[in-house]
């Protein structure tokens, strides 16, 4: 790994490998979006943060990039992309200390300084393994890429981690209005269609109503505690959850024996609003 650059480990595989292959990737889903009627009350709104998953493109792209497409017209001076870790087990959180992070079209610049002075204050972290091949953060990048092409990121991969302490952070994230906020997460893994139909309703009323005690009715998501903390932080900061779009890897697969859950939320207020509460 180039140690001035996050390079990219799942291109070619999670996403398509060249840059015009991306563009024509997410052109495709965005002449899908445009044959889909849009509430009103969306319309005119402004996302604060979105969850999205974090599964191939051929399964979940289209998914996440309905959410996107409702970030695409912020202003926002930086993105902060926060993904569960998958291949290496460590606590707490980890930040991707270098200056670029690698797309197929091409580096984007991340906000090291803005990076540095959050960790002093949340105790981020270094873990390189866990930076060296997750998906579930650069899934998200050539999108960002795409729609932001000149806005800074920050990758916060989390480990062991509660989340009330990840809620803290995002409280903080939300306090500055310059910032956007990404939380990756698929849903069930590996059950039977219908077996994971009724799991991901959890999930999905969980975000819908911002209500944890729905989640803990057997809401599997991968990036669960990602979830509980944007729960958190919401109800805190008085955000409206809105559920974008919902659909399994059956939809492509056809595969309705093992199948895993995607879905795709926006968070969002209509009025300014600071909080210096956290989280005990």
């Not at 563009?23 to 005119?44: G, V, W």
């Not at 493109?57 to 926002?76: H, P």
């Not at 302490?165 to 990756?184: E, F, R, W």
């Amino acid at each position: 790994m180039s140690k001035n650059r996050r390079n990219a480990a799942v291109r070619g595989s999670f996403y398509p490998e060249t840059c015009s292959e991306v563009k024509s990737t997410i052109k495709n889903f965005n002449h899908r979006f445009d044959e889909t009627p849009i509430s009103e009350e969306l319309l005119n709104i402004s996302p604060r943060a979105i969850i999205v998953p974090h599964a191939g493109y051929i399964y979940s792209g289209f998914t996440a990039n309905v959410a996107y497409r409702f970030l695409k017209e912020n202003q926002s001076k930086r993105i902060i992309i926060i993904g569960p870790s998958h291949h290496h087990y460590f606590e707490g959180i980890s930040g991707s200390y270098y200056e670029k992070y690698e797309t197929p079209c091409g580096d984007i610049d991340i906000d090291s300084a803005y990076l540095f002075a959050l960790a002093k204050q949340f105790d981020i972290g270094f873990e390189a393994k866990a930076h060296e091949k997750e998906h579930s953060t650069e899934v998200q990048i050539p999108f960002i890429k795409h729609y932001f092409p000149k806005t800074k990121i920050i990758e916060l991969i989390y480990g062991n981690i509660s989340p009330k302490k990840l809620a803290n952070l995002i409280i903080a994230l939300l306090n500055n209005q310059d910032n956007t906020i990404v939380i990756s997460s698929d849903l069930s893994h590996f059950h039977s269609l219908a077996e994971a139909k009724e799991l991901d309703e959890n999930c999905l009323r969980g975000v819908a109503k911002l209500d944890l005690d729905e989640l803990a009715k057997g809401c599997e998501a991968c990036g669960l505690t990602g979830i509980q903390a944007m729960i958190l932080a919401s109800k805190q900061y008085k955000l409206t959850s809105k559920l974008l779009d919902y659909r399994t890897s059956a939809d492509r697969s056809k595969d309705k024996t093992s199948v895993v859950g995607y879905m795709s939320a926006i968070f969002y207020t209509n009025f300014p609003h600071q909080s210096n509460y956290t989280l005990n």
